[in-house]
């Protein structure tokens, strides 16, 4: 079954491959005056300029001038642009995000990598910037008022952003990792598609935040995951999150977030391999999750992405989909029942087989 020779803790360390992903450097750092009021914004000012970039601090709050001539220009300089600004009090009322968990906290919204399939496309509005919250201590604060006392609430931070694309430039999911590391009956959650996980290894999170990783075929993730880490660096990196603190891991709760699932060519074959990379990777005990979460598509992003990326390989043919309404009558594209089916036992049986006591916890 295994495909690929033992890792060990010290081939991790040393092993930094071709495979890692390049850091997210911008080309433009903006700061709001208001950001730069906060003590938290004044610590992603230090590091900003420590790694060398160049900051330009605004006359006011307000982001303007991000578009360029075309579409083309602004979704390069957005994607190009870091802007550190303060949360507005809409985002301390926080949201259910049903299966993944029950409330998802927003430490930043917009994402440096260029995945083809991107979920944020016409979710958010406007040239994609990564904006990265400067009050970000009081947006955790503001989280205690929706745990529950004799349940653990669970808090998504991944939902607009990758956190670990960004990590080495705001240092916020280390600071949302320390926080819960104190609150027993919460739970953080995040998922990456980035393996610089070194930083995060010896945090005092507590077992409360489960570190997750997206995985994908190596197809699909050298197709249409553009910026990101290779699934080589990613497996090593959940490897690093998951290994015991004794070993020189992180320790953390871990979880695979299979996704987007796409029936592609040979597609059986190529999820097996994956499934057997990751079962040797993770070759020892540890708290394991899974979520599968196959491909889907709206009419809004399906427009924003084949402008984004006109020349896509993702299929987003409507005629071969079924339509899903949600309760506000908006529709996506997902797979077809007798497809999903077919997808669905594929799944469940193979990492059963694998992983008999990692529970899979949603697939949608
Ligand atoms: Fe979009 Fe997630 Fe890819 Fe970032 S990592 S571009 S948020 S799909």
């Not at 979920?119 to 955790?140: C, D, K």
């Not at 930083?199 to 190596?218: E, F, I, P, Q, Y």
Request: proline letters at 7%; aromatic letters at 10%; glycine letters at 6%.
């Amino acid at each position: 079954m295994l495909t690929q020779p033992t890792l060990t803790a010290d081939s991790l360390v040393l092993d930094q491959s071709k495979s890692s992903s390049r850091l997210w450097l911008p080309k433009r750092v903006l700061f709001t005056p208001d950001a730069l009021d906060e003590p938290f914004g004044q610590q992603i000012y230090e590091r900003i300029t420590t790694l060398g970039l160049p900051v330009e601090i605004l006359k006011n709050n307000r982001l303007t001038g991000l578009r360029g001539a075309t579409e083309r220009e602004t979704y390069r300089n957005g994607k190009n642009t870091l802007a550190v600004v303060k949360a507005p009090p809409g985002t301390f009322r926080l949201q259910p995000i049903p299966p993944s968990a029950d409330w998802q906290m927003n430490l930043a919204e917009g994402c440096p990598a260029h995945c083809q399939y991107c979920y944020l496309a016409g979710s958010l509005q406007g040239p994609p910037v990564t904006r990265v919250f400067a009050n970000l201590p009081q947006m955790l604060t503001n989280t205690a008022a929706y745990e529950q006392p004799g349940k653990v609430t669970t808090f998504e931070v991944s939902c607009y952003t990758d956190v670990i694309g960004i990590e080495h430039l705001t240092g916020s999911l280390a600071e949302c990792i320390t926080y819960f590391g104190g609150r027993p009956d919460a739970q953080l959650r995040f998922v990456t598609k980035y393996d610089q996980v070194n930083s995060l290894l010896n945090l005092a999170h507590n077992g409360r935040t489960r570190a997750r990783v997206s995985l994908n075929t190596d197809l699909v993730a050298r197709r249409l995951e553009g910026g990101t880490a290779s699934l080589e660096a990613r497996l090593t990196a959940l490897r690093k999150l998951a290994l015991p603190i004794q070993q020189g891991g992180g320790g953390y709760p871990v979880g695979v977030v299979l996704a987007p699932i796409m029936p592609i060519t040979n597609w059986r074959e190529q999820y097996t391999h994956l499934l057997d990379r990751l079962a040797a990777t993770l070759n020892f005990d540890c708290d394991l999750t899974v979520e599968f979460i196959t491909h889907r598509f709206t009419p809004g992003s399906k427009d924003v992405l084949t402008e984004w990326y006109p020349n896509t390989s993702l299929e987003m043919d409507e005629a071969t989909r079924s339509q899903k309404r949600n309760k506000f009558g908006s529709v996506k594209y997902v797979y077809r029942a007798d497809e999903m089916s077919v997808l669905r036992s594929f799944f469940y049986t193979e990492w059963r087989k694998r992983f008999p006591d990692a529970p899979i916890l949603y697939w949608t």
